[in-house]
């Protein structure tokens, strides 16, 4: 008699990562915060050490056809780096593991490593150590980040508190639409090889895609007005699903507007042009790399005037009612429609 078998993609990736995690429990009194975070917290003495690692895989996190392999080594960089800045912390080191096949020259990981130089350069981190093996199906990148933070200026998920603003930063849904025009220009080369793509006018969206940036100035920004956040995310799955995951681990709802949600001109008018609806793209798109905190209402005046902190909205306490209030002023139920890397 065969054993059941269950497909992965019936749990998802957060359902399969909270499978591992609960057959885990912290042995180390040094271990503060474990999985289920942005990043793993250490105690390191006078401050808290962040870890956190992340894997792209060809074929699945990128293409090679439109993804040029030194913006690839920056964006693999950016994104850890990300994850540190969304603990209210400061990356300080990297490593870097790559498995390779034959195809690839000596030439294309030199230009794989110039970007993951100008990320280090651009960022301030240390590329301290590696692995390098070969691969059977594609190219496959690992980083693992290091960094800082000082004990009480930590920024978990789960800090959130009734009646606490709902920040964002930059603008979304441009990287998810750069994402769009990639696929459709490289449809029209396959189809044609004589027609070059025209990207010129959607250069600030495809930029998004492929060569998107940490928001660790926001994180200078924030401790120079005086302001912790009181839970911290960043956005690579969707707006949506990260405030998901605030409401989740805080024990909280959250209710934002549309009208507030920060998406830029030409994101919005290529969805359009896609038809695609605008405030779907921000909200579910992923892999715009903003940061997503909430703040004190006492600490709104500090922030209010930055140029790139949108305030969209607020925590409450029914934890089971994550609402959008339209820009006609009717209350729209948040999906999270983020991307599952699992999904079949």
């Known amino acids: 008699m065969s054993e059941s078998r269950s497909e992965i993609s019936q749990l998802g990736e957060f359902g399969l990562i909270n499978r591992i995690s609960k057959n885990f429990t912290l042995q180390n009194t040094s271990s503060v915060k474990g999985i289920g975070d942005d990043a793993a917290v250490i105690d390191a003495g006078n401050d808290y050490l962040l870890l956190s690692t992340d894997m792209l895989v060809e074929g699945i996190h990128f293409d090679l056809s439109y993804m040029p392999l030194q913006h690839l080594g920056y964006k693999a960089v950016a994104v850890n780096v990300s994850d540190i800045a969304a603990m209210n912390g ?48 594609g190219l496959v ?6 960094g800082r933070v000082k004990k009480d200026k930590v920024a978990y998920r789960s800090g959130a508190q009734v009646n606490d603003i709902i920040c964002v930063t930059g ?17 029209v080369f ?27 100035e926001i994180i200078f920004d924030l401790e120079e007005a005086g ?24 024990g909280l709802g959250v209710r ?5 949600v920060p998406v830029d001109q030409l994101t919005f008018q290529t969805a359009v042009d896609f038809n695609l609806d605008p405030i779907t793209c921000a909200l579910n798109g992923g892999e715009d790399y903003e940061l997503l905190f909430t703040i004190a209402q006492s600490d709104y005046e500090k922030i209010k005037n930055h140029p790139d902190i949108h305030s969209i909205g607020y925590m409450h306490d029914k934890k089971d009612q994550n609402l959008m209030i339209s820009k006609q002023g009717t209350l729209v139920p948040l999906r999270a429609q983020g991307w599952d890397h699992f999904a079949g």
């Open 141 to 146: 990148i690992s980083i693992s980040v290091t």
């Open 171 to 187: 603008d979304l849904g441009a990287a998810f639409m750069g994402l769009q025009v990639l696929v459709r220009e490289k449809e």
């Open 227 to 250: 302001v912790k956040p009181t839970s911290m995310i960043d956005v690579s799955d969707g707006l949506a699903s990260e405030l998901f995951h605030i409401g989740s681990q805080s």
């Open 190 to 216: 396959m189809t044609d090889p004589n027609m070059q793509p025209d990207l010129e006018k959607f250069e600030y969206i495809v930029s998004r895609q492929l060569k998107p940036e940490a928001r660790t």
């Open 90 to 137: 400061k990356a300080e080191q990297i490593t870097v593991s790559i498995a390779l096949t034959n195809r690839f020259s000596v030439e294309a990981v030199d230009a794989l490593y110039e970007g993951i130089k100008a990320a280090c350069a651009n960022y301030k981190v240390d590329l301290v150590g590696g692995d390098t093996t070969s691969s059977m199906s």
């Open 256 to 260: 934002i507007f549309e009208d507030k």
